[in-house]
C-alpha cells in the first residue's frame, strides 16, 4: 500500500509538469510513455522492440500519435495523411512476412498492427485533449485517478461480490460503483472550481459514462495479460507494474471524451 501510494506521488510529480506546460514537451514525454507502453505490449509477444517488425509496429504508433498540425506539416507536405501513412506500414509488415518465409506470420503482424494502434490512438488523444485546453486533460484525469482510488479503496473495504473473478479477481461490483461515486463527487468539486461544461447535469452524466468505460478498459488490461499469463505489463511504476497497467483507463476515456464531443 505504501509503496503503490509513494510511487502515485512521484510519478504525478513528474507528469504533472509536463501537462500543464503542455506544446512540444508534452508532446515527446507522450511519445516515450507510448513507446514504453508498446514495449510492453511486444514483450507479451516475446517480440523485440529493436526488429524489423518491432521498429515497424512503433513507426505505426508514431505516426498515429502525430498531433494534427504535426501530421499536416510533416505527412501532409508529401501528400500523404496519416491514415495512408498508417496503411503503408501495413504492407511493409505483410511484405516482411514474406521475405522471413513466414518465420513472422499475418497473425504476428496482426497482433503488432493493433497493439500500434491501441497505443498510438490511445495516446494520440492525450495530446489532443491537453491541446484542446489544461482544464479537459486535467479533468479526464481526475475522472480516472479518482475512479480507480475510490474502486481501489471502497472495494477493499466494502467489497463483497465479484464483478467479473475470471478476468479480475480482485475487483468487486462494490469498488466499481465506489469508483463512479468518487469520480462525480470529484468531478462535481472540479466543476464549482473550473467549470468544464455549462450543467451540472451534463458533467454527471459525462463523468458516469467516462467512469464505467474507464473501469472496463482496466478489464480489458487485465483480460491481455491473463491471456498472455502475465501478471503486470511491465516493472516501470512500483506497486502499480507497467505504463499499460498505470494509463489502461485513460486510453479508453480519453477517445470516448472526443466522441462525445465533450473535449473539442
Known sequence: MKQRILTAIVAAAVFIPFVVIGGIPFTILVYAI???????????????LLSVEGILSWLL??????PNPLALRWLGTAGYTKLEAA?????????????????????HASF???????????F??????????????????????TTDS????????????????DISPNKTVEGFVGGI?????????????????????????VTIVASIIGQLGDLVESA???????????????????????FDSLLFVLPLLHLLHFVS
Request: proline letters at 2%.
Open 224 to 246: 491481455l495479460k491473463r491471456n498472455y499469463n502475465v501478471k503486470d505489463s511491465g516493472k516501470l511504476l512500483p506497486g502499480h507494474g507497467g505504463i499499460l497497467d498505470r
Open 150 to 165: 475510490g474502486a481501489y479503496f471502497i472495494g477493499r473495504k466494502l467489497g463483497k461480490r465479484k464483478l467479473w473473478p
Open 124 to 145: 494520440y488523444y492525450l495530446t489532443a485533449t491537453r491541446d484542446a485546453g489544461l482544464v479537459f486533460i486535467i479533468y479526464a484525469l481526475v475522472i480516472v485517478w
Open 112 to 122: 503488432l498492427v493493433m497493439s500500434a494502434f491501441y497505443v498510438g490512438m490511445g
Open 87 to 107: 496503411f503503408i506500414i501495413i504492407l511493409l509488415l505483410l511484405i516482411y512476412t514474406v521475405l522471413v518465409k513466414n518465420r513472422f506470420t499475418f497473425a
Open 181 to 205: 461515486l468518487s469520480a462525480v463527487i470529484f468531478a462535481v468539486l472540479f466543476q464549482l472550481i473550473q467549470p468544464v461544461t455549462s450543467t451540472f447535469l451534463i458533467l454527471i452524466g
Open 61 to 66: 504508433a508514431a505516426v498515429l500519435l502525430l
Open 34 to 48: 507510448a513507446t514504453i507502453g508498446l514495449y510492453e505490449l511486444l514483450k507479451m509477444q516475446s517480440i523485440k
